[in-house]
């Protein structure tokens, strides 16, 4: 079983009539505005509405691709993509729908719903930045400009100088150009951001499985770890210990797992951080799997 790289997509916009929206504190002030963006916070992020309030009744479907730097495609819900703090990646949004005009916005927020990361325009014809402030929280978005039959963005967006698990949400709006509101499918996803320092080098890691708990060979070189902190699939952190002995780390795998089991995480799925005893120590990852 691989764990492949991708994101996840939440949002929504595009038909000939906008909304603005304005944040404060939790609720929203909806107002009639202009068709050429759309309304700030309509990504189905934390806090947030999506454009499916307004938009229904489409049928359309098909691919919908997020193309980081040409190369890493993310398509469904919970791709995941490795990150370089304070890098620059060119991202690529294709749809293919089927359908007469084309919207989205974006936003990338850490754990706790903060801004992440910064958005770059390069086709100030095509797409926008936004802004909003949820919950107290400043939030920025890229959207789409002056929506029309054109399906395909290009923008960029630096990465934190800082490394943590960071949720991208993307909401499309695939509308069939009729002046209203109806016969326009929203498609949402999120993707998850891992940064190199969480996702780790060397001993397996990276894309490689690890099955069974017999997942620590070749990784347990040093005789106390000063941190262990263990993760699910979408990035929250369920168990954290310090100072824990090399050959005690299977133990507190395993009670985890006994734990996931008995909740509603709902995921097998595993990520072990581990930092070594040192202050320059580079901390490593491991994926686990059941």
């Known amino acids: 079983?691989?764990?492949?790289?991708?994101?996840?997509?939440?949002?929504?916009?595009?038909?000939?009539?906008?909304?603005?929206?304005?944040?404060?504190?939790?609720?929203?002030?909806?107002?009639?505005?202009?068709?050429?963006?759309?309304?700030a916070g309509a990504t189905g992020a934390p806090g947030e509405i999506t454009c499916a309030q307004c938009h229904s009744g489409g049928n359309f479907s098909g691919p919908i691709y997020l193309i980081v730097n040409g190369s890493d495609t993310l398509q469904q819900s919970m791709d995941t993509f490795r990150y370089q703090r304070d890098s620059l990646y060119t991202l690529q949004l294709e749809v293919h729908t089927g359908?007469?005009?084309?919207?989205?916005?974006?936003?990338?927020?850490?754990?706790?719903?903060?801004?992440?990361g910064t958005f770059l325009v390069t086709d100030a014809q095509r797409t926008v930045l936004l802004s909003a402030v949820i919950n107290g929280a400043s939030r920025e978005y890229i959207a789409h400009r002056n929506a029309n039959a054109q399906s395909v963005w290009t923008f960029q967006w630096r990465a934190p100088s800082w490394g943590d698990s960071i949720f991208v949400y993307l909401a499309v709006n695939s509308a069939n150009n009729n002046g209203a509101t109806s016969g326009d499918a929203i498609h949402v996803f999120r993707f998850l951001f891992l940064p190199d320092s969480l996702t780790g080098t060397g001993g397996g890691g990276g894309d490689t499985p690890i099955t069974g708990l017999a997942a620590l060979n070749g990784l347990e070189e040093t005789s106390v770890y000063a941190e262990l902190r263990i993760y699910t699939i979408d990035g929250r952190l369920i168990y954290q210990a310090w100072n824990v002995p090399a050959d005690a780390v299977m133990r507190h795998v395993a009670h985890v797992r006994m734990r996931t089991q008995r909740s509603t995480w709902g995921s097998s799925l595993l990520l072990l951080w581990l930092r070594p005893v040192g202050e320059d120590s580079e901390p490593k990852a491991r994926w686990l799997f059941d």
């Not at 790289?5 to 929504?12: D, F, K």
């Not at 989205?104 to 927020?109: H, P, R």
Request: glycine share 12%; net charge positive.
């Open 99 to 116: 359908a007469q005009r084309f919207g989205f916005e974006m936003t990338a927020l850490d754990r706790s719903g903060n801004r992440a």
């Open 1 to 39: 079983m691989n764990f492949r790289r991708s994101l996840v997509v939440a949002g929504v916009l595009a038909g000939s009539v906008g909304i603005q929206v304005v944040w404060q504190s939790g609720d929203a002030q909806l107002l009639v505005g202009n068709s050429s963006q759309p309304p």
